[in-house]
């Protein structure tokens, strides 16, 4: 019998809704259930493609035992940390003071009241490693409810009030300068890794966010060592295990400092920010291996990765069935030499094996590999063996894939995938950028611009957007109006802005995940820092930046550089942590630039704009005389030829019909 999560649009919640566990979704009605029974609530939280989560879950939630246990003495509640996380960033922010770590699966308990008592991750079914068994902690969880109560309730209390005593200093004393900036670059040197590329050791997360940075901190002021580790990073990531060599796109992370053997599970939000970050150092440099990574990783993201409805699902998973029937990590990615010659013959093996780093003791477990490219990318033969393999691992059992469809990320994506497609000439990616885009107001903004944070197959789910909804997917819609010329882009971008400025502001500019009318949980969540994707604080700082350049209006970059207060007091000190508002930070100090473009959509003229390395620079075109852009206001072509304006600091260069001239005047610096 199917428990409550059956109703949920999350892939996640629907894999427990038939689980013996009595699940509950978080809802006010579930902890009402845990008061009136007076028991504590079991709060489970995780996502669909977490391998521990799966492991978990088959271990305990599916043992009709361990679910009677738990449906007789608690409340279960289970939350999909994508479709919530500001319920995520509450409790996982309790789980890490207490226990000094944090990860999924989280298990949290809670009084009635939402407050938590007792924490932890992943519990296994016996004890081991030092770890009690999940038993032992549900009967101990009892124990203590039932017989301490009081000190539970004292426990609680000790760390809801620890938590409110949080809170940010956010700088306040204005957006960072020079000296932070270059300050930031120094402690990224310092962490920098120079045999491998990347930053610190194992695990390996690739460095989007910073790598941004890097490249527009170069842009602006011409640093060679900040393009140096933004290109030795990016040519490491591509030639190792990270990347998919086959199918492109890139797995979440590296286990080792060597980027051999990933975490294999693949999320969109990552290859939309390396998408896009390959796209700019292809800008940058002219690199062949970054134009193909960028242009590769866009075509995954559309083959493996876009929905009926033109919105793009949340991740693949990790897990496959093996040639076995078994379900493994990493089975649908890996080689062996003999699957090798089964597909390729003796000889295309041999040479397969050597290009792709295929061992007979093998790089990733019980004698398999993990391609990597350890010979020369524009070789033929390569490019041959490439396509059979590729057509070979087809036929084998895909992974799982989660079809939740989250604003935040398909606005990354959006972002990407209408610039790769504008510098190399692939209308077709702008096109599923403006597919997901309308996806986005159709089914995620509805009648009242206020954002949904999930759909499932067309249709919104229940909880609102946060933060980082707002920001990027702004941030998505301003690069697709630059890149469209279509100013309703623009607009909607506007409207989005608006409300961040109306619902998620504090005092002194400070920014808040949730909206100030969002549901109260035991603490306002406001995290300035980039996790996997960026903050939701710094992604609104920048679109606000971006619309402002757009529109000269004066409250947007206000709020911009107020929010870049906490980039003064953060950067300098943690710049692995905060690349996103470096980032932008890069663009406040250099304009952004803003350039309207009167003459035809997709010219040479708007082409070589778009191409402009200066930091967050914006860029209107259109006929002149068109209302759907500011910037084009009252600028005419030059006696009927397609014409640029370049502006910045309330300062404009003299109006040029050259396309390398306008590449000057664009190339930062």
Known sequence: MANRLAQSTSPYLLQHADNPVDWWPWSPEAFEEARRRNVPVLLSVGYSSCHWCHVMAHESFEDEVTAAYMNEHFVSVKVDREER?????????????????????????LT????????GTYFPPEARHGMPSFRQVLEGVTAAWTDRRDEVGEVAGRIVRDLSERSLAHGGDGPPG?????????????????QRGGFGGAPKFPPSMALEFLLRHHARTGADGALQMAADTCAAMARGGIYDQLGGGFARYAVDREWV??????????????????????????????RRVALETADFMVRELRTPEGG???????????????????AYYVWTPEQLREVLGEEDAAFAAEHFGVTEEGTFEEGSSVLQLTGDPDDPRAARVRQRLLAAREERPRPGRDDKVVAAWNGLAIAALAETGAFFDRPDLVERATEAADLLVRVHMGPVARLVRTSKDGRAGDHAGVLED?????????????VTGEGAWLEFAGFLLDIVLQHFRGEGGQLYDTADDAEQLIRRPQDPTDSATPAGWTAAAG???????????????????????????????APRFIGWGLAVAEALLDGPR????????????????????????????????????????????????????????????????????????????
């Open 85 to 109: 996380p500001d319920v995520d960033a509450v409790y996982m922010e309790a789980v890490q003071a207490a226990t000094g770590q944090g990860g999924w699966p989280m298990t949290v308990f």
């Open 312 to 330: 793009f699902a949340s991740a693949l998973d990790a897990d496959s069935e093996d040639a076995h029937g078994r379900h493994v990590e990493g």
């Open 470 to 482: 707002y920001g990027d997917v702004a941030e998505g819609f301003l690069a697709l109006a630059g």
């Open 594 to 669: 803003e350039v309207a473009v009167a003459g035809p959509v997709g010219g040479e003229l708007h082409r070589t704009a778009l191409l402009g390395r200066a930091p967050g620079a914006v860029v209107a075109a259109g006929e002149p005389g068109g209302v759907e852009f500011p910037l084009l206001a009252g600028r005419p072509m030059a006696d009927g030829a397609p014409t640029a304006y370049v502006c910045r600091h309330f300062v404009c260069e003299a109006p040029t019909t050259d396309p390398e001239a306008l590449a000057r005047a664009l190339g930062g610096a």
């Open 261 to 290: 053997v990933p975490h294999f599970e693949k999320m969109l939000y990552d290859n939309a920010l390396l998408c896009r970050v390959y796209a700019h150092l292809w800008r940058s440099t002219g690199s062949a291996l970054a």
């Open 543 to 573: 679109a606000l930046l971006s619309y402002a350049a757009h529109t000269g209006s004066e409250p947007h970059r206000t709020a911009a550089e107020e929010a870049l207060g906490v980039v003064k007091a953060l950067g300098p000190r």
């Open 178 to 194: 020079e000296a932070e900036l270059a300050q930031a670059l120094l402690g990224l040197t310092r962490d920098y890794d120079e």
């Open 112 to 119: 009635a009241d939402a407050e938590p008592f007792y924490f």
